[in-house]
Structure formats: C-alpha cells, structure tokens
C-alpha cells in the first residue's frame, strides 16, 4: 500500500469516527432536551394531581375517573424518561447498578461502589473500517 493509499484510508477512518461522535452528541442532546420536556410535563400532571385531590377533598365528590387518568399519565411518561435516561447511559458508555444504582463505564464487570456483578453489557456493532 502506498503512502497517499495510507493517508486516504486514515482520513475516511477519521471522518467516519468523527461522523458516528457528531451524531452521537446530537443523540445525547436530543434526549437531555426530551427528558427536560417530560420533567416539566411530569411536574405539570404532578400539580393537577394535587389540585383534583384538594377539590376532591372540599367538594366531598371523588372524581376517580380523572384521578386515575392523571395516575396513568404521570406513569407514562416516568416510563418514557427512565427508558430515555437508559438510551443516554447507553450513548454515554454507562450502566447503573442494580444495587446500589451508581453509574459507572459499560465495560466494569462489577460496580466500583458495592461490588455487585453488573448486567451483561449489549454486543457493540464492528465499528465501520474503511479496506484498502
């Protein structure tokens, strides 16, 4: 292989590297961005949810119909942002212990903090190399 052959297959390693980081950062941001959208959204159903119980709790009337429309609203989205929070640990290279809940690098076996096995990281797909 030559020398100019080196240099063209080293540059389009990095761009690759630098494309798949670029679009890795955008996936981090977009993620931060939602879970800031589902906290608020959570803390808006969190003070309705107050309010319906305090009408509730004045009126003598149960409203359970919307109370548990509201429930099923707040559980909904805390599912959405645990499954986000999930999807920015794996982006980030990070998994949480399952018993103590510290985040530490996807590649520890056990937890630095209580010694627990950690799961299993996920199979990596071949990072994409660029052939003579």
């Given at each position: 292989?030559s020398?100019?052959?080196?240099?063209?297959?080293?540059?389009k390693?990095?761009?690759?590297?630098?494309?798949k980081?670029?679009?890795?950062?955008?996936?981090?941001?977009?993620?931060?961005?939602?879970?800031?959208?589902?906290?608020i959204?959570?803390k808006?159903?969190?003070?309705?949810?107050?309010?319906?119980?305090?009408?509730?709790?004045?009126?003598?009337?149960?409203?359970?119909?919307?109370f548990?429309?509201?429930?099923?609203?707040?559980?909904?989205?805390?599912?959405?942002?645990?499954?986000?929070?999930?999807?920015?640990?794996e982006?980030?290279?990070?998994?949480?212990?399952?018993?103590?809940?510290?985040?530490?690098?996807?590649?520890?076996?056990?937890c630095?903090?209580?010694?627990?096995?950690?799961?299993?990281?996920?199979?990596?797909?071949?990072?994409?190399?660029?052939?003579?």
């Open positions: 292989m020398f100019v052959d080196n240099i063209v297959n080293t540059t390693n990095v761009a690759a590297t630098a494309g980081k670029t679009g890795e950062a955008i996936g981090i941001s977009k993620l931060k961005v939602k879970n800031t959208q589902l906290n959204d959570i808006s159903k969190n003070e309705k949810l107050g309010a319906l119980v305090y009408d509730m709790a004045k009126s003598g009337e149960k409203d359970t119909e919307a548990d429309a509201l429930i099923a609203e707040i559980d909904a989205a805390k599912a959405e942002l645990e499954e986000n929070n999930k999807a920015l640990d982006l980030r290279g990070k998994v949480t212990c399952t018993v103590c809940g510290v985040k530490t690098d996807i590649d520890n076996a056990f630095p903090k209580c010694g627990a096995k950690l799961p299993e990281k996920p199979a990596d797909p071949e990072e994409p190399v660029v052939e003579e």
